[in-house]
């Protein structure tokens, strides 16, 4: 289900202008990573897909729908959105009904519903935790209370808007692994994230926004190459990257298999 | 100046203990910071130290915890408050609620405390253009992106000028940049004399920054010592905690021969620049 941005501008009632034209197709089963500034428009951005956010101009097409035609119920059938506060998305008195609201509201019958929330808590590492209160979890552990209810409305579409945010290596893990075993299956799957090096790994395209604007596009070893747009937008290259520039390498290794193969190839 | 002896302790009706016996030490002007993997009891330590716990949460606590000398037991939360200013891990909820702007909300905290009107106001002009956030001044507190929610949820704390401060993950939300002024200020505070305990996963910052880090994991500090020394520690993956890549690819080329099996892996830029570059050890 491919995703089309076109010439969306979004001034919130206030009058801050968050998008200022931003055009973008994304195709069915891409992994697109969201870089940039605070403030840059990422979070209104991704708003717009699931309809919390309409377009002040311009249009948003999710497959053959246009959003501005569709109510928020009907347009999370296809996009499944992350909160980039977890608070903001939770409120039931447990784990499993906060996981369980998505399914049971796309009408699903109660044994597919109860096999995804299953799924869904187990891919997140929160089967023990399922009847606790979610006021009583970490941080952390209420951001994969998010994730878990998205992915337990299996939309063809995900967006995760900071999944990594306060997560420790083996979350940081297990949101990459998440993010890759759902492209596989043909989903779309866009974050939002200010950690360059998750950027890098796991996917096969990034923009880098700000003020309201798409700086940069494309693959990830082009676009942290260009590091004057990347600096305009308060962002850095991943380390290794960063590492083999001041090395005075000509290569951009994205990952630390590229960058020991990078090193063997080197005189001693 | 912070001490902890002996910290242990359970929310209410639970019965697992989150802090086990927990002993940390913060000297004053010294910037310290604390790793531990999710759920690991990290913000559990930070509500104890600034006396939230047990006031405000309740649960079972003991164990000695002593600010700049005195005992937070024997504080009134609004005593404790002005010792300790915590910087708390989501920052939509530090967000007092009470007031129209981002001005009134940086000023908010320094408004019963007897400081001249004249002097907030420069105060707060101050730490607002410190942390970048004056051309959000009118703005309401609510009509902002996160990152920039995080910037002035610190400004409310750093305007304060407690002694110690206590950030719990400040730099969750912040742009590489952003988390790199935070830290900056950071420094400059503590070169002032502010006591720094801080709560972060951002390694290669901590490298940076950190006078000392310790690691929380089962209750306690199981590691203490040098940056360096503790943030390339190989066990840090098996912790959770994770490494930069900076260590992973150290560890990498020693796997593959391509570096020297003794000596400390990097994890800063520099650190990697001195072990992979042409002057390095290989
Ligand atoms: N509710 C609101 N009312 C008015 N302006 C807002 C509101 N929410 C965000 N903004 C402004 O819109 C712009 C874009 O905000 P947005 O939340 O999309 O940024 P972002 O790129 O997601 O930033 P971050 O990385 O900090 O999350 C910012 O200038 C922000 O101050
Ligand atoms: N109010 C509460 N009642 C019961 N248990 C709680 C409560 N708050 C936290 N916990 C539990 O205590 C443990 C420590 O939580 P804490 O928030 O201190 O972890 P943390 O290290 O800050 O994690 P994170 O990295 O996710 O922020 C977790 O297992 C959590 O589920
Ligand atoms: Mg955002
Ligand atoms: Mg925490």
């Known amino acids: 289900m491919d995703i089309t941005f076109d010439q969306l501008r979004y001034t919130y009632a206030s009058g801050v202008e968050a998008l200022r034209g931003v055009s973008l197709a994304v195709p069915t089963g891409q992994r697109l990573a969201i870089v940039g500034q605070n403030g840059a428009g990422k979070t209104t951005l991704v708003r717009h897909l699931n309809g919390i956010f309409r377009p002040t101009s311009g249009t948003v097409r999710i497959g053959d729908w246009t959003t501005t035609d569709k109510q928020i119920a009907e347009l999370s059938a296809r996009v499944g959105y992350v909160f980039q506060n977890p608070d903001e998305q939770l409120f039931a008195r447990t784990v499993r009904a906060d996981v369980a609201f998505g399914p049971k509201n796309l009408g699903f019958d109660e044994q597919r519903a109860s096999e995804l929330v299953d799924a869904a808590l187990a891919r997140t590492a929160l089967t023990r935790e399922a009847d606790a209160h979610p006021h009583h979890l970490s941080l952390s552990e209420r951001k994969r209370v998010a994730i878990a209810a998205v992915l337990a409305m299996d939309t063809p579409i995900v967006v995760l808007d900071e999944p990594t945010t306060g997560q420790d290596e083996r979350g940081v893990r297990m949101v990459a692994s998440i993010t890759n075993e759902l492209a596989a299956e043909g989903r779309t799957v866009i974050a939002i994230t200010h950690d360059m090096d998750f950027a890098a790994e796991n996917f096969e395209r990034v923009i880098v926004m700000a003020q309201g604007e798409v700086h940069a596009d494309g693959e990830p070893g082009e676009v942290f190459s260009h590091t004057d747009a990347l600096a305009k937008a308060a962002v850095e290259p991943p380390q290794l990257m960063r590492l083999a520039r001041e090395l005075g390498w000509r290569a951009h290794p994205l990952t630390v298999e590229s960058f020991v193969a990078q090193l063997a190839k080197k005189p001693q | ?282």
């Open chain 2, 1 to 282: 100046m912070i001490r902890l002896r002996g910290v242990s302790y359970a929310y209410p009706d639970t019965a697992n203990y989150v802090l086990a016996d927990l002993d940390l030490s913060v000297g004053q002007g010294e910037v310290v910071g604390v790793v531990g993997a999710s759920g690991a009891g990290k913000t559990t330590l930070a509500k104890i130290i600034a006396g939230f716990i047990p006031s405000i949460e309740g649960g079972v606590l003991s164990g000695d915890i002593d600010v700049n000398g005195v005992a937070i037991s024997s504080l009134t939360l609004s005593e404790a408050v002005a010792q300790v200013g915590l910087v708390i891990q989501n920052p939509f909820n530090q967000i007092s609620g009470a007031k129209f702007t981002v001005l009134e909300e940086i000023a908010f905290g320094l408004e019963n405390t007897g400081v001249p009107r004249e002097e907030i106001a420069e105060r707060v002009q101050a730490v607002a253009k410190q942390l970048r956030v004056d051309h959000l001044l009118d703005r309401s507190p609510y009509a902002l992106s996160g990152g920039q929610m995080q910037l002035v949820a610190i400004a409310s704390m750093v305007v304060m000028r407690t002694p110690v401060l206590v950030m719990d993950e400040p730099t969750s939300q912040l742009d590489p940049g952003g988390s790199r002024m935070v830290f900056d200020i950071i420094s400059q505070l503590t070169d002032l004399g502010t006591t720094v305990l801080i709560f972060e996963h951002k390694i290669e910052l901590l490298r940076e920054h950190a006078d000392r880090v310790a690691v929380l994991a089962d209750g306690r500090i199981t590691a203490e010592g040098a940056p360096r020394a503790i943030l390339s520690d190989p066990r840090l993956e098996k912790w959770a905690i994770g490494t930069t890549r900076y260590t992973r690819a150290g560890l990498a080329a020693r796997d593959t021969g391509l570096a020297p099996v003794t000596g400390e892996l990097p994890v800063s830029m520099p650190d990697a620049v001195e072990f992979f570059g042409p002057s390095g050890k290989h």
